[in-house]
């Protein structure tokens, strides 16, 4: 039952997704999170967006696009402002056409593992424009290789 009704909510998302990029003229993603709940991002700009959260009730006729209307005009959201870390390592996702990699507030996320790097503690950043490869270190100590070759990353045991 759980997964029909995420697809249902999905499909429903999708078409909101379409009509409010219309109407607001801003990028719009979303995506299901636990508990029957949609969160939608409506971007500002290339990087940052303000989250709209939405509970999603089956037997509900809800319009979505006018509650994330209302909640953008009310201030009702929480905004993402990415940082420059987050900035130049989303440029060089672009750049290389990962496919894998992704971020998502302010995560760096490999689609095929749980391996999450949270940009906000980065210290330190290397990168060679020839390996296509960037070291990083975060305040905790841990460090990371980002392949953008082989659009991985992973945590390099010290």
């Known amino acids: ?3 029909l009704i995420k697809k249902k909510m999905m499909k429903v998302a999708s078409e909101y997704k379409a009509i409010l990029e219309k109407e607001l003229g801003n990028k719009v993603r979303f ?3 636990e508990n029957e709940r949609l969160i939608f991002h409506v971007y500002s700009n290339e990087y940052d967006y303000k989250v709209i959260y939405i509970k999603y009730k089956e037997d509900e006729i809800l319009d979505i696009a006018n509650i994330i209307k209302y909640a953008l ?6 905004e993402h402002i990415a940082s420059a870390e987050e900035i130049f390592i989303s440029n060089l996702i672009k750049e290389y056409g990962t496919n894998n990699l992704h971020i998502f507030d302010g995560e760096l996320m490999n689609r095929y593992s749980t391996e999450i790097l949270s940009l906000q503690y980065i210290k330190t950043m290397e990168f060679n424009r020839h390996s296509k490869i960037l070291k990083a270190e975060d305040t905790f100590g841990e460090k990371y290789i980002i392949d953008f070759v082989r659009d991985e990353f992973n945590w390099i045991e010290s």
């Open 31 to 33: 995506s299901y999170i």
């Open 73 to 78: 005009t009310s201030k009702k959201y929480t």
């Open 1 to 3: 039952m759980g997964n």
